[in-house]
T-cell receptor
Framework: EAGVAQSPRYKIIEKRQSVAFWCNPI?????LYWYQQILGQGPKLLIQ????????DSQLPKDRFSAERLKGVDSTLKIQPAKLEDSAVYLC?????????FGPGTRLTVT | GQNIDQPTEMTATEGAIVQINCTYQ??????LFWYQQHAGEAPTFLSY????GLEEKGRFSSFLSRSKGYSYLLLKELQMKDSASYLC???????????FGKGTRLSVIA
């Protein structure tokens, strides 16, 4: 069974630029999550989707971050404009009923 | 609010046993998860407890006491490849997102 796929793996941008990340969850997993993980910290939830609907986006900085999951499968997370403090690893995870399974993450560096 | 505490760092010797503790305070409880994360990699699922007691999976075991808001991960016969961060996470209800602790960085030395 294929795992969660993410791209790109690494991205370096300048502050005020925009960036987008892509995630393809495990086949059949209805729930998809985007987490932000800053070095030395645990992952922090940004947004949760159930199929193509948003369940929880309370911690998403909506002035600069947006996410969508239009067909209930793939998802994209966008940051526009990026700030220095957005430098982190962005992890996508999916689940059915049990544990969440994580993708390899995208390491974003904002200079 | 939700609070999950675990030690920041631990060091143990190859071949030994190490116990990583986790205490939590959450508004609800529907499972406690342990993940392993090697540097630069994604977290990988290790174990899941929803009822009190010990769950054993090979060299790894996880224990839960819901009344005490306490869990531990026990690693036996430590190997150098076990050097990683170990993340404790709690799900408060249904399929809600996991809330993670900051992780415990374990260093296994010869």
């Amino acid at each position: 069974e294929a795992g969660v796929a993410q791209s790109p793996r690494y991205k370096i941008i300048e502050k005020r630029q925009s960036v987008a990340f892509w995630c393809n969850p495990i086949s059949g997993h209805a729930t998809l999550y985007w987490y932000q993980q800053i070095l030395g910290q645990g992952p922090k939830l940004l947004i949760q989707f159930q199929n193509n609907g948003v369940v929880d986006d309370s911690q998403l900085p909506k002035d600069r971050f947006s996410a969508e999951r239009l067909k209930g499968v793939d998802s994209t997370l966008k940051i526009q404009p990026a700030k220095l403090e957005d430098s982190a690893v962005y992890l996508c995870a999916s689940s059915s009923q049990g544990p969440q399974y994580f993708g390899p993450g995208t390491r974003l560096t904002v200079t | 609010g939700q609070n999950i505490d675990q030690p920041t760092e631990m060091t143990a010797t190859e071949g030994a046993i190490v116990q990583i503790n986790c205490t939590y305070q959450t508004s609800g409880f529907n499972g406690l998860f342990w993940y392993q994360q090697h540097a630069g990699e994604a977290p990988t699922f290790l174990s899941y407890n929803v009822l009190d007691g010990l769950e054993e999976k090979g060299r790894f075991s996880s224990f839960l006491s819901r009344s005490k808001g306490y869990s531990y991960l026990l690693l036996k016969e430590l190997q150098m490849k076990d050097s990683a961060s170990y993340l404790c996470a709690v799900r408060s209800s249904g399929n809600t997102p996991l809330v993670f602790g900051k992780g415990t960085r374990l260093s296994v030395i010869a």
